[in-house]
């Protein structure tokens, strides 16, 4: 299981563009299924979300 945290300004930022923290725990679960476009480093990864 992934932990997965979220900023002070990501949650201001996905809270702007309507991007709920339901959204949030799909795409995580797709992450961890292997679904994301690159693993930046450090445990830092790309994923790209429909709003």
Same mark, same amino acid.
């Given at each position: 299981?992934?932990? &997965?945290?979220?900023?002070?300004?990501?949650?201001? +930022?996905? $809270?702007?563009? %309507?991007?709920?923290?339901?959204?949030?725990?799909? &795409?995580?679960?797709?992450?961890?299924?292997?679904? +994301?476009? $690159?693993?930046? %480093?450090?445990?830092?990864?790309?994923?790209?979300?429909?709003?």
């Amino acid at each position: 299981m992934m932990r &997965v945290f979220k900023s002070k300004s990501f949650n201001k +930022f996905a $809270a702007s563009e %309507g991007i709920s923290d339901v959204q949030l725990v799909d &795409v995580v679960r797709e992450m961890e299924n292997g679904l +994301f476009e $690159a693993e930046l %480093g450090g445990g830092v990864y790309k994923k790209r979300i429909a709003t």
